[in-house]
């Protein structure tokens, strides 16, 4: 379910901006590796965190055709990702 969930938001996410991928790939390996990130960063039982070197050097080759996405992007998401833990609130339904 949750493959289909990120799958359908990287089709979105490309289809709503065309000029930042070349296909929904791509926006949907980022989106699971920055995730692992989120989870890496903030996770009290990881002790070695993942560097900008590691976070970069996973996300080679992701772009359309193989390309890298520049370093810029991904050290600005990185940073981001350590400064702003992504925390989901749970939706309780109602009685």
Partial sequence: MIDRIMQKFADHYTAANPDTFGSPDTAYILAFSLIMLNTDAHSDQITNKMTLEQFINNNKGIGADGANLPA?????LYN???ANEIILEQVRPEP
Avoid: K, V
Avoid at 72 to 76: D, F, K, Q, V
């Fill in 72 to 76: 810029e992007l991904l050290t600005r």
């Fill in 80 to 82: 981001s990702i350590h």
